[in-house]
Protein backbone atom coordinates (compact mmCIF):
# COMPACT_ATOMS: atom_id res chain seq x y z
CA UNK A 1 0.00 0.00 0.00
CA UNK A 2 1.45 3.44 -1.14
CA UNK A 3 2.62 5.41 2.37
CA UNK A 4 0.38 8.10 3.62
CA UNK A 5 2.57 11.39 2.02
CA UNK A 6 0.38 14.12 2.94
CA UNK A 7 1.19 16.39 6.04
CA UNK A 8 -1.39 17.30 8.29
CA UNK A 9 -1.38 20.97 7.97
CA UNK A 10 1.24 21.70 5.13
CA UNK A 11 0.55 21.55 1.44
CA UNK A 12 3.22 20.78 -1.22
CA UNK A 13 3.24 19.45 -5.39
CA UNK A 14 2.46 16.16 -3.86
CA UNK A 15 -0.47 17.04 -1.78
CA UNK A 16 -2.80 19.34 -0.12
CA UNK A 17 -5.12 19.69 2.51
CA UNK A 18 -8.54 20.27 3.49
CA UNK A 19 -11.37 20.51 6.09
CA UNK A 20 -13.39 17.40 6.00
CA UNK A 21 -16.63 16.55 7.26
CA UNK A 22 -16.68 13.49 9.79
CA UNK A 23 -19.10 11.72 12.37
CA UNK A 24 -19.20 13.39 15.72
CA UNK A 25 -18.49 10.50 18.31
CA UNK A 26 -19.78 12.47 20.67
CA UNK A 27 -23.29 13.52 19.52
CA UNK A 28 -24.66 10.33 18.16
CA UNK A 29 -28.11 9.39 19.26
CA UNK A 30 -28.50 7.74 22.74
CA UNK A 31 -30.68 4.47 23.82
CA UNK A 32 -29.79 2.37 20.72
CA UNK A 33 -31.73 4.81 18.01
CA UNK A 34 -30.75 4.37 15.14
CA UNK A 35 -28.90 7.64 13.07
CA UNK A 36 -30.83 9.21 10.16
CA UNK A 37 -30.30 11.93 7.92
CA UNK A 38 -32.56 14.01 5.07
CA UNK A 39 -30.38 14.92 2.21
CA UNK A 40 -32.47 17.31 0.51
CA UNK A 41 -33.06 20.71 2.20
CA UNK A 42 -36.24 20.99 4.43
CA UNK A 43 -36.04 24.08 6.17
CA UNK A 44 -38.94 24.95 4.78
CA UNK A 45 -40.98 22.61 6.37
CA UNK A 46 -41.84 23.59 9.46
CA UNK A 47 -40.58 21.14 12.40
CA UNK A 48 -38.51 19.12 10.53
CA UNK A 49 -35.85 17.12 11.58
CA UNK A 50 -33.10 17.20 8.88
CA UNK A 51 -30.71 14.76 11.20
CA UNK A 52 -30.40 13.03 14.50
CA UNK A 53 -26.58 12.88 14.56
CA UNK A 54 -24.15 15.38 14.29
CA UNK A 55 -21.07 16.41 12.02
CA UNK A 56 -17.75 17.71 13.11
CA UNK A 57 -15.06 19.21 10.36
CA UNK A 58 -11.55 18.08 10.82
CA UNK A 59 -9.25 20.73 9.64
CA UNK A 60 -5.69 20.13 7.82
CA UNK A 61 -6.86 16.50 7.13
CA UNK A 62 -4.24 15.39 4.44
CA UNK A 63 -5.20 14.56 0.78
CA UNK A 64 -2.46 13.38 -1.50
CA UNK A 65 -2.63 13.70 -5.10
CA UNK A 66 -2.88 10.70 -6.75
CA UNK A 67 -1.19 11.48 -9.83
CA UNK A 68 1.72 9.24 -11.01
CA UNK A 69 -0.05 6.36 -8.56
CA UNK A 70 -2.85 5.69 -10.54
CA UNK A 71 -1.65 2.35 -11.34
CA UNK A 72 -1.29 1.08 -7.41
CA UNK A 73 -4.47 1.90 -6.67
CA UNK A 74 -7.73 -0.46 -7.83
CA UNK A 75 -11.50 -0.85 -6.84
CA UNK A 76 -10.39 -4.50 -5.30
CA UNK A 77 -7.37 -3.42 -3.89
CA UNK A 78 -8.22 -0.01 -2.46
CA UNK A 79 -12.31 0.58 -3.25
CA UNK A 80 -11.27 3.16 -6.21
CA UNK A 81 -9.37 3.19 -9.00
CA UNK A 82 -9.42 5.76 -11.84
CA UNK A 83 -9.37 6.11 -15.55
CA UNK A 84 -9.67 8.34 -18.70
CA UNK A 85 -13.02 8.00 -20.76
CA UNK A 86 -13.35 10.88 -23.60
CA UNK A 87 -16.53 13.31 -22.97
CA UNK A 88 -18.70 14.01 -25.09
CA UNK A 89 -21.05 17.43 -24.86
CA UNK A 90 -24.00 16.06 -26.06
CA UNK A 91 -23.91 13.57 -23.37
CA UNK A 92 -25.61 16.69 -21.08
CA UNK A 93 -27.64 19.06 -23.32
CA UNK A 94 -30.43 17.98 -20.69
CA UNK A 95 -32.01 15.67 -18.43
CA UNK A 96 -33.26 13.58 -21.77
CA UNK A 97 -29.72 13.51 -23.38
CA UNK A 98 -28.81 12.18 -19.74
CA UNK A 99 -30.96 9.13 -19.93
CA UNK A 100 -30.69 8.39 -23.46
CA UNK A 101 -27.67 9.12 -24.32
CA UNK A 102 -24.60 9.46 -21.49
CA UNK A 103 -26.55 6.23 -19.16
CA UNK A 104 -26.49 3.65 -22.27
CA UNK A 105 -23.11 4.86 -22.86
CA UNK A 106 -21.62 5.10 -19.07
CA UNK A 107 -22.78 1.20 -18.51
CA UNK A 108 -20.74 0.34 -21.98
CA UNK A 109 -17.79 1.91 -20.55
CA UNK A 110 -18.47 0.19 -17.21
CA UNK A 111 -19.07 -3.14 -18.26
CA UNK A 112 -15.95 -2.99 -20.17
CA UNK A 113 -13.87 -1.78 -17.34
CA UNK A 114 -15.64 -3.78 -14.38
CA UNK A 115 -15.64 -6.73 -16.69
CA UNK A 116 -18.99 -7.18 -15.73
CA UNK A 117 -21.90 -9.14 -17.41
CA UNK A 118 -24.26 -6.49 -16.99
CA UNK A 119 -24.68 -3.04 -15.62
CA UNK A 120 -27.86 -1.13 -14.85
CA UNK A 121 -27.81 2.42 -13.97
CA UNK A 122 -30.69 3.30 -11.69
CA UNK A 123 -29.94 7.05 -10.29
CA UNK A 124 -27.69 10.17 -11.63
CA UNK A 125 -27.41 13.54 -10.30
CA UNK A 126 -25.62 16.71 -11.04
CA UNK A 127 -23.46 18.41 -8.46
CA UNK A 128 -22.97 22.39 -8.63
CA UNK A 129 -21.34 24.25 -6.33
CA UNK A 130 -23.58 27.56 -6.37
CA UNK A 131 -26.42 28.63 -4.22
CA UNK A 132 -28.51 29.81 -6.97
CA UNK A 133 -30.42 26.23 -6.83
CA UNK A 134 -33.12 28.11 -9.22
CA UNK A 135 -31.21 28.53 -11.87
CA UNK A 136 -29.70 25.08 -12.29
CA UNK A 137 -29.95 23.49 -15.83
CA UNK A 138 -31.10 20.01 -14.51
CA UNK A 139 -33.59 19.28 -11.87
CA UNK A 140 -32.21 16.42 -10.19
CA UNK A 141 -28.92 18.55 -9.02
CA UNK A 142 -27.68 19.47 -5.59
CA UNK A 143 -25.04 20.93 -4.06
CA UNK A 144 -21.27 19.02 -3.11
CA UNK A 145 -22.47 16.91 -0.02
CA UNK A 146 -19.91 18.05 2.59
CA UNK A 147 -18.86 14.62 4.51
CA UNK A 148 -17.35 11.79 4.30
CA UNK A 149 -20.05 8.56 3.34
CA UNK A 150 -20.52 5.55 1.74
CA UNK A 151 -23.45 5.30 -0.33
CA UNK A 152 -24.55 1.88 0.40
CA UNK A 153 -24.31 -0.84 3.21
CA UNK A 154 -24.73 -4.57 3.00
CA UNK A 155 -28.25 -4.73 3.67
CA UNK A 156 -28.84 -1.61 1.98
CA UNK A 157 -27.29 -3.51 -1.40
CA UNK A 158 -29.41 -6.34 -1.52
CA UNK A 159 -32.62 -4.22 -0.96
CA UNK A 160 -31.63 -2.20 -3.78
CA UNK A 161 -31.38 -4.92 -6.15
CA UNK A 162 -34.63 -6.62 -4.66
CA UNK A 163 -36.59 -2.93 -5.42
CA UNK A 164 -34.84 -2.22 -9.06
CA UNK A 165 -34.74 -6.13 -10.36
CA UNK A 166 -38.01 -7.66 -9.63
CA UNK A 167 -38.51 -11.26 -11.05
CA UNK A 168 -34.91 -11.56 -11.73
CA UNK A 169 -33.54 -11.09 -8.08
CA UNK A 170 -32.84 -14.20 -6.80
CA UNK A 171 -30.91 -15.84 -9.84
CA UNK A 172 -28.71 -12.08 -9.93
CA UNK A 173 -28.48 -12.56 -5.96
CA UNK A 174 -26.97 -16.02 -6.39
CA UNK A 175 -23.84 -14.70 -7.87
CA UNK A 176 -21.43 -11.57 -7.48
CA UNK A 177 -22.81 -8.38 -7.71
CA UNK A 178 -21.73 -4.58 -6.96
CA UNK A 179 -22.86 -0.83 -6.83
CA UNK A 180 -20.57 1.47 -7.94
CA UNK A 181 -20.25 5.03 -8.92
CA UNK A 182 -18.91 6.58 -11.48
CA UNK A 183 -18.16 10.53 -11.38
CA UNK A 184 -17.13 13.31 -13.32
CA UNK A 185 -16.87 16.58 -14.19
CA UNK A 186 -18.57 18.38 -16.83
CA UNK A 187 -16.25 21.38 -17.03
CA UNK A 188 -12.88 21.11 -16.56
CA UNK A 189 -10.25 21.45 -14.96
CA UNK A 190 -11.88 21.32 -11.55
CA UNK A 191 -10.26 23.48 -9.41
CA UNK A 192 -13.29 24.34 -6.42
CA UNK A 193 -14.33 21.35 -4.33
CA UNK A 194 -12.31 18.65 -5.60
CA UNK A 195 -13.31 15.06 -4.89
CA UNK A 196 -11.14 13.05 -2.10
CA UNK A 197 -11.69 9.55 -1.76
CA UNK A 198 -10.33 7.07 1.16
CA UNK A 199 -8.14 3.97 0.66
CA UNK A 200 -10.30 1.26 2.17
CA UNK A 201 -6.82 -0.11 3.89
CA UNK A 202 -6.81 2.65 6.04
CA UNK A 203 -10.26 2.03 7.63
CA UNK A 204 -11.14 0.26 10.77
CA UNK A 205 -14.63 -1.07 11.54
CA UNK A 206 -15.33 1.34 14.05
CA UNK A 207 -14.76 3.82 11.73
CA UNK A 208 -18.20 3.30 10.19
CA UNK A 209 -21.69 4.79 11.07
CA UNK A 210 -25.02 3.30 9.60
CA UNK A 211 -27.83 5.85 9.17
CA UNK A 212 -31.07 5.71 7.35
CA UNK A 213 -30.54 7.69 3.97
CA UNK A 214 -33.97 9.71 3.06
CA UNK A 215 -33.59 11.45 -0.56
CA UNK A 216 -35.96 11.46 -3.46
CA UNK A 217 -38.63 10.14 -3.89
CA UNK A 218 -40.14 7.07 -1.65
CA UNK A 219 -37.03 5.01 -1.65
CA UNK A 220 -35.29 5.01 1.93
CA UNK A 221 -31.60 3.55 1.75
CA UNK A 222 -28.89 2.89 4.72
CA UNK A 223 -25.36 4.51 4.14
CA UNK A 224 -22.63 5.00 6.48
CA UNK A 225 -20.83 8.14 7.53
CA UNK A 226 -17.37 8.03 8.64
CA UNK A 227 -15.44 8.59 12.01
CA UNK A 228 -12.22 10.25 11.49
CA UNK A 229 -8.83 8.44 13.31
CA UNK A 230 -4.99 9.70 12.18
CA UNK A 231 -4.72 6.49 9.84
CA UNK A 232 -7.04 7.33 7.27
CA UNK A 233 -5.59 7.86 3.88
CA UNK A 234 -6.97 10.13 1.64
CA UNK A 235 -6.37 11.07 -2.57
CA UNK A 236 -7.76 13.04 -5.50
CA UNK A 237 -6.68 14.09 -8.52
CA UNK A 238 -5.05 17.40 -9.04
CA UNK A 239 -6.71 19.53 -12.03
CA UNK A 240 -8.89 16.95 -12.35
CA UNK A 241 -10.53 16.98 -16.03
CA UNK A 242 -13.89 16.04 -18.02
CA UNK A 243 -11.91 13.05 -19.74
CA UNK A 244 -10.64 11.55 -16.36
CA UNK A 245 -12.92 9.82 -14.06
CA UNK A 246 -13.38 8.31 -10.61
CA UNK A 247 -14.70 4.51 -10.24
CA UNK A 248 -15.62 4.05 -6.49
CA UNK A 249 -17.36 0.75 -4.95
CA UNK A 250 -20.00 1.30 -2.63
CA UNK A 251 -20.83 -2.84 -2.45
CA UNK A 252 -19.32 -5.96 -3.66
CA UNK A 253 -20.91 -9.15 -2.59
CA UNK A 254 -17.51 -11.24 -2.84
CA UNK A 255 -16.04 -9.34 0.18
CA UNK A 256 -19.13 -11.05 2.29
CA UNK A 257 -17.29 -14.45 1.26
CA UNK A 258 -15.85 -16.47 4.40
CA UNK A 259 -12.62 -15.57 4.42
CA UNK A 260 -10.25 -18.70 2.49
CA UNK A 261 -12.69 -19.01 0.25
CA UNK A 262 -11.68 -15.85 -2.14
CA UNK A 263 -9.28 -13.16 -1.21
CA UNK A 264 -9.97 -10.36 0.83
CA UNK A 265 -11.05 -7.51 -1.19
CA UNK A 266 -12.09 -3.96 -0.56
CA UNK A 267 -15.67 -3.84 -0.57
CA UNK A 268 -16.34 0.33 -0.45
CA UNK A 269 -14.80 3.57 -0.90
CA UNK A 270 -15.86 6.85 1.63
CA UNK A 271 -15.67 9.83 -0.22
CA UNK A 272 -16.38 13.29 -0.04
CA UNK A 273 -15.62 16.39 -2.02
CA UNK A 274 -13.00 19.49 -0.08
CA UNK A 275 -12.14 22.83 -0.11
CA UNK A 276 -8.93 23.59 -1.45
CA UNK A 277 -7.06 25.75 -0.18
CA UNK A 278 -4.51 25.83 -3.14
CA UNK A 279 -7.36 26.87 -5.71
CA UNK A 280 -7.65 30.34 -6.83
CA UNK A 281 -9.91 33.03 -5.22
CA UNK A 282 -11.63 33.23 -8.81
CA UNK A 283 -12.26 29.55 -9.29
CA UNK A 284 -15.32 28.42 -11.30
CA UNK A 285 -17.25 26.61 -9.30
CA UNK A 286 -17.72 22.77 -9.70
CA UNK A 287 -20.24 21.19 -11.82
CA UNK A 288 -19.76 17.49 -11.96
CA UNK A 289 -22.35 14.64 -12.69
CA UNK A 290 -22.56 11.21 -10.50
CA UNK A 291 -23.86 7.66 -11.86
CA UNK A 292 -24.48 5.30 -9.11
CA UNK A 293 -24.87 1.44 -11.10
CA UNK A 294 -25.29 -2.00 -10.05
CA UNK A 295 -22.99 -4.51 -11.41
CA UNK A 296 -23.51 -8.02 -12.03
CA UNK A 297 -21.24 -10.93 -13.63
CA UNK A 298 -21.59 -14.45 -14.85
CA UNK A 299 -19.25 -15.96 -12.10
Not at 7 to 25: A, H, I, M, Q, Y
Not at 203 to 213: C, S, V
Request: proline share 8%; net charge negative; glycine share 6%.
Amino acid sequence: MPSVIATRGKTTNESTVGSLGFVDPDRLPKDGVKPFIVVLPITHIPGAVQQNFHFIRQPNTPINNIRGREHLFTLDNCGFETGKWKFDEEWLVDEVTVQTKYCPAAEDFMKSVLGAARVVIFDWLVRKNTPLLEDRRFKKQLRPALNVHIDQIPGAAEQRVRYLMDDETEELLKRRYQIANLWRLIIRPVEDWPLAVCDYRTLRPQDAIHADTVGRGPYVGESAYIKAHEGQGFWYIKHQVVDEVWLLKQYDSYAAIPEGKEARIAPFSPHTPFDDPQAPANARPRESIELRALAFYDD
